[in-house]
């Protein structure tokens, strides 16, 4: 027998909502994308059938994978179909229930997309603890952002104490992580990211031992000199999450036998491919680069995810955030995020609490 609608188990749940708005993509970009690419819709809550759970968002992760999604070019995973809810990942509080894996008032994550409300059979999603941590570090670093810097850092790059680490955008959601584990196994880290700002933070907040301004830099040989003046004696691990020229600006500065971690291609999103100049370097150093999508490792989210909450309720790791306000602003903050205007982890705030 399915479980019955349960009452609200807190203060303030709202689950008579009537209605909830979404954002749905309306055209797909010609590079980067413009507000005219997506659209706000209202639609109405349906009613529950059985096995299906009703989940107030509270939280959108906004992330750079987005715009591989919404083209239709060779990628990991399919593109996002015209005229459906924008796909992301995001944390609510379940206020209605007809499935017996959860109770009103459970806390989940999940790909729920751009929208206020959603209902689920409940594949996919995940109970999250909030009695000790903040709700919206369960997209940040205790989600799917701080496991992908884990999973690169401890297992591609495999920094230890005394070596050599650069991560590109740094100041990022997935960077900022990134240099903080290099920093908690005793490395030397450097951070590249774009402005002083951003540098300033990648040094004063995240504890980078040094930032590069890339801006400040207009060709790979000035960046590849720029880098080198903080790592005369090379780079032993590189968490590369912009490709492109940066990545042709690192490989002539690894030490031999260093590691590379694939993890993003900002600089590529929506553009042509460009062919890389300096991949002979790949051989002569003795090179490892490996690509990873960090669902292909589930069986090890359990370990990345101890060490990580560890960190931060020590007040070891710091879940930097920009957060935007409202479903309405969610374009705003993709189109800002792919354009670097972020620090930390970009969300899309949805209840006022």
């Excluded at 109970?127 to 000790?132: L, R």
């Excluded at 205790?142 to 230890?160: D, H, K, N, R």
């Excluded at 920093?183 to 040094?203: E, H």
């Excluded at 929506?270 to 002979?280: A, C, I, Y």
């Amino acid at each position: 027998m399915d479980a019955h609608i349960a009452p609200p188990a807190e203060p303030g749940l709202d689950t008579q909502a009537a209605s909830y708005r979404r954002i749905v993509l309306d055209s797909r970009p010609s590079g980067r994308p413009t507000a005219e690419s997506f659209r706000l819709e209202e639609v109405n809550v349906s009613e529950l059938q059985a096995g299906q759970i009703l989940v107030r968002n509270h939280y959108l992760s906004i992330d750079p994978y987005m715009l591989g999604r919404m083209t239709t070019g060779m990628s990991y995973a399919p593109s996002q179909p015209l005229g459906a809810v924008m796909i992301g990942e995001t944390v609510g509080v379940v206020v209605q229930s007809r499935n017996r894996g959860f109770s009103v008032g459970d806390h989940v994550v999940g790909q729920l997309g751009w929208q206020e409300m959603a209902v689920s059979g409940g594949q996919g999603l995940r109970k999250v603890d909030v009695g000790a941590t903040p709700m919206s570090a369960h997209l940040g670093v205790l989600g799917m952002t701080g496991v992908t810097a884990w999973y690169g850092m401890t297992q591609i790059c495999s920094p230890v104490a005394g070596s050599t680490v650069v991560v590109s955008a740094a100041a990022g959601a997935v960077g900022g992580v990134a240099i903080q584990l290099a920093k908690a196994r005793g490395c030397r880290v450097l951070g590249i990211a774009g402005g002083s700002r951003k540098c300033g933070y990648v040094v004063d907040s995240l504890g980078a031992d040094a930032c590069v301004d890339y801006k400040k830099h207009a060709d790979i040989v000035a960046l590849g000199q720029a880098v080198r003046k903080h790592a005369p004696d090379g780079v032993d691990s590189y968490f590369d999450n912009v490709n492109g020229w940066m990545l042709e600006a690192m490989l002539p500065l690894m030490s031999r036998f260093g590691r590379i971690a694939l993890c993003g291609m900002i600089s590529r999103y929506g553009d042509t491919p460009m062919q890389l100049t300096t991949h002979s370097y790949l051989l002569i150093s003795r090179l490892r680069a490996q690509g990873f999508i960090v669902w292909d490792h589930l069986d090890l989210w359990p370990q990345a995810l101890e060490e990580l909450t560890t960190l931060l309720q020590s007040g070891s790791l710091l879940s930097g955030e920009s957060i935007a306000e409202g479903i309405e602003a969610a374009p705003a903050a993709c189109i800002g995020l792919l354009s670097g205007g972020n620090l930390g982890k970009q969300l899309v705030k949805l209840v006022q609490v």
